[in-house]
C-alpha cells in the first residue's frame, strides 16, 4: 500500500481544511455577537463612561480577532495546502477570545 501524495508529507488532508474553516467562521460569528450583546448593554442604561470605555475595548478587541480569523480564513480557502497556524497568531485570537469574554461580562455585571 503507498500514501496518497495529496498534501505535504504524502498526507492527503481530506475535508480537514474546509472544517477548519468553517470552525473559524462559527467562531467569528459567536465573537461578533458577544461584541453586539455586550455594546447593547453598555448603551442600555446610557451612555456612561466606563460603559463606553469597555465597549471600545470590546470592539477594539473583536476588530483584533476578526483580522486573524480572516486570515485563517483566506490562508484555508486556498487550493495550496495551509501553512501551519504560528504560535504567535494563536495566542493573539486566544488572547482576543479570552479578553472579549471578559469585557463582556463585566458590561453585564
Not at 68 to 92: D, E, K, M, N, Y
Amino acid at each position: 500500500m503507498t500514501a496518497s501524495t495529496g498534501g505535504p508529507g504524502g498526507r492527503d488532508p481530506g475535508l480537514q481544511p474546509e472544517r477548519t474553516r468553517l470552525a473559524w467562521r462559527r467562531t467569528t460569528l459567536a465573537a461578533t455577537v458577544a461584541a453586539v450583546l455586550a455594546g447593547k448593554s453598555a448603551l442600555r442604561d446610557g451612555p456612561g463612561v466606563t460603559a463606553l470605555l469597555v465597549c471600545a475595548m470590546c470592539c477594539a478587541l473583536w476588530l483584533g480577532f476578526l483580522a486573524v480569523a480572516h486570515r485563517r480564513i483566506r490562508a484555508l480557502s486556498g487550493s495550496v495546502p495551509p501553512q501551519a497556524f504560528t504560535p504567535r497568531h494563536a495566542s493573539t485570537a486566544a488572547l482576543c477570545t479570552i479578553a472579549l469574554a471578559v469585557c463582556a461580562a463585566a458590561l453585564v455585571f
